[in-house]
């Protein structure tokens, strides 16, 4: 896993699962509490994620939240579009540019 960025623009690839959670969480903290305005996670270069890297996501969204600030996804891969809506959390989460249309449930 690797991250790149600066306070209001990150770039994160590789796997964001249980091996790279801890310093994942380190820097997305650092960048939500010294930065303003919205956090961009640029996710086009992460090849996967697993429940843990789910979660230092939502630990950063409800942290961000509580600083006045915004974390918005850019670039969901499909993969991880179908699990955020199977998860729900789509509805939580701002998601740039929305999700693919073979992400939604069929009704």
Do not use: Y
Not at 13 to 30: E, M, W, Y
Not at 50 to 56: K, R
Request: proline fraction near 3%; glycine fraction near 12%.
């Amino acid at each position: 896993m690797h991250i790149r960025g600066d306070h209001a623009e990150l770039a994160v690839g590789g796997r964001l699962d249980v091996r790279s959670a801890a310093d994942a969480r380190t820097v997305l903290h650092s960048a939500v509490d010294d930065g303003a305005g919205d956090l961009v996670l640029n996710l086009t270069e992460l090849d996967s994620w697993d429940a843990t890297g789910l979660g230092v996501i939502m630990g950063a969204h409800r942290r961000a939240g509580r600083a006045g600030r915004r974390l918005v996804l850019r670039g969901v891969p499909p993969q991880m579009q179908r699990l955020l809506v199977a998860t729900r959390l789509h509805r939580i989460l701002a998601i740039e540019g929305g999700l693919a249309a073979d992400s939604l449930p069929r009704v």
